[in-house]
């Protein structure tokens, strides 16, 4: 039986590819933790998760200190065994985003151990529903984007077959927003998706006004109106409009999730990976989801989250903002508007570990043996 022997850790800055502003905030640096876990075989897999900024020395610090040394000597694949066992270490600052972006790290780099010994890519190993999931796009549409160049990007991306471009809103006067949304409602026409994202940024009250003046708009969903905590917020809105509630991406537990498809406060679940803890209790979600009929549209870290799309049959699409380009070889592949799920055993990542050393942090570089 295998027995995990060393686990390597670095972190990486990478400065996103365009400037990406949304209604409470920008997001002007990623942090991305890597972690990569050898076993007594020789077999080798790695994990990331990431912030928008903030939190990475802290995330580095709970790994290195805290959850890595108990990983030393375990048994691979005991996956389901080591991440209770990490959150129960961690009970005392659990749930949140710190300590679940530090177990995510863990968690995928375990998933992608078990998927390469058994020579198959994750999204066989967790499900195997279907091997390509349609794309939307979310680069073009940030909130300081002047309304031409949203419809530009819009039409740009409907005509390399995407379903679908995400539109930020919350400027200052609901009349803004609407100006915005129609005039790349009118330029796509009726057969495009305009998905839209007020990042938190609403009162329940602003939130159903603004709900009632885009309806006219058919909407694909609205993403986080209201602060992610405020669940009875959030059934108020869901029965003031027809258009879909959308939540997920600042939601750090599985029971937080099984609170908003209970009470119905959500239509559209976006778990994830990287904040809700890992592959491990994404997937939990994702079925829990459908038990609801709701569909899983995650959100960011599209080089991970093809392969769990694809796994589940209520995946729906995969968010298209590409982050990891300078740190791999081979690229998501896209086919006709669609993310294609990897061949290869494993996450599917093709890491360029030159890249990766030569921009790692040498203050959160170690690595933890036996």
Not at 2 to 31: G, H, N
Not at 215 to 239: C, K, M
Not at 342 to 370: L, N, Q
Request: aromatic share 6%.
């Amino acid at each position: 039986m295998a027995r995990i022997e060393k686990v390597e850790l670095r972190m990486v800055d990478l400065v996103p590819k365009v400037k990406r502003t949304d209604a409470i905030q920008s997001f002007v640096s990623q942090e991305t933790p890597i972690l990569t876990i050898t076993d007594s075989d020789g077999a080798v897999g790695t994990g990331y998760s990431y912030t928008i900024g903030t939190g990475g020395s802290s995330v580095m610090r709970l790994l290195s200190d805290h959850l890595v040394p108990r990983l030393i000597g375990r048994d691979p694949d005991m996956i389901e065994a080591i991440w209770h066992d990490l959150e129960f270490a961690t009970h005392a600052t659990t749930i949140g985003a710190i300590t679940a972006i530090a177990i995510a790290a863990i968690d995928t780099a375990l998933w992608d151990l078990r998927a390469k010994k058994q020579n198959l890519p994750l999204w066989k190993l967790a499900g195997g529903a279907k091997d390509r999931c349609p794309l939307y796009t979310t680069e073009g549409g940030w909130l300081h984007i002047e309304t031409q160049a949203l419809v530009d990007d819009a039409l740009a991306a409907k005509a390399r077959g995407f379903r679908g471009s995400k539109v930020k809103i919350g400027r200052p006067h609901g009349s803004e927003d609407l100006a915005r949304l129609s005039a790349v409602r009118k330029a796509v026409g009726d057969g495009y998706e305009i998905m839209t994202d007020a990042n938190q940024g609403f009162s329940i009250d602003e939130a159903i006004r603004r709900a009632a003046r885009l309806r006219e708009l058919d909407l694909a969903w609205i993403e986080e109106p209201l602060p992610a905590d405020d669940i009875d917020g959030h059934v108020r809105l869901s029965n003031s409009t027809p258009t879909p509630i959308a939540i997920g991406e600042s939601l750090y537990s599985i029971r937080h999730f099984r609170e908003y498809m209970q009470k119905g406060a959500c239509s559209i679940v976006q778990v994830d990976v990287g904040r809700i803890g890992g592959i491990t209790p994404w997937l939990k979600i994702a079925h829990a989801a459908e038990a609801f009929d709701i569909p899983v549209c995650p959100h960011f870290l599209m080089e991970l989250h093809v392969s769990l799309t694809c796994a589940v049959q209520n995946g729906r699409y995969v968010e298209y903002i590409p982050q990891l380009d300078q740190l791999t070889g081979k690229h998501m592949r896209i086919e006709d508007g669609q993310a294609l799920a990897p061949d290869e055993p494993g996450i599917g990542i093709d890491w360029d570990w030159d890249a990766v050393k030569a921009m790692s942090i040498a203050e959160f570089t170690t690595a933890i043996t036996k």
